[in-house]
């Protein structure tokens, strides 16, 4: 068993049953699986968000490796996730609460609680309007590098996120957002995961997904040339002539995952 508590946690439940006390926990739902439940709740006029793995079953988890998926057995993904970040100085959540419990992966009961990162906005939500109303230039060029610069830190530092979109980086609106003075936070990382070097195969999926994400806010060459200069951290005529074979993937890629958007979404397609 495996059980970490900060404040205000280790005193709420001190002499108590951290597992029992964090099913008590109620709020908002987010989203409520048999196996997993996330809520956010406030303590002292402060909000946390909760993340419960009950343990998905043998059934579940051999239905995942049977199509090539890596199944999330539970909380520890994103509390080692969240450690390494800290550790390489990539913005991310910080977590107050971990708990896991028993040894067998598919009936482990694990959490973990996280401080809200209030108040923000996604910068999917902040670039919506930017193909229509282009923000300032000046602005736009520090996102995208600071942007490239957490992806490429979490990469070298071994961690992918597998679900790498720019609506999983927060933009922090506590002041006014300026070019000069600005704060981004890398949130959902339950599916991520550490190594001691990030693989090719998952390095490149998360800059899929991060680049599908942004193909329709209004994005020019030069600004996607800006992002690979500042993620490889090396001259862009290197990074043309070294990462070719990549970057046509990455193209290509995208494309399939729009048009499968594009497909999902369509007006009278039923969810």
Known sequence: MRLILAEPFKSLWAGRDAFAEVEKLQGEIFRELEGRRTLRTEIDGRGYFVKIHRGIGWGEIVKNLSTAKVPVLGAGQEWRAIQRLHEVGVPTMTAVAYGERGSNPATQHSFIVTEELAPTVSLEDFS??????????????????????MTGDMHRAGVNHRDC????????????????????????LHRAQVRSTTPPRWRDKDLAGLYFSALNIGLTHRDKLRFLKGYFRKPLRDVLRDEAALLAWLAAKAAKLQTRYDRKYAPGTRG
């Open 165 to 188: 979109y720019i609506c999983h980086f927060l933009l922090h609106t506590d002041k006014k957002v300026t070019a000069e003075h600005f704060r981004l936070s890398l949130i959902d």
């Open 128 to 149: 919506a309007d930017w193909s229509k109303t282009p923000p300032e230039p000046r602005l736009k060029r520090a996102l995208i590098d600071e942007v490239a610069r």
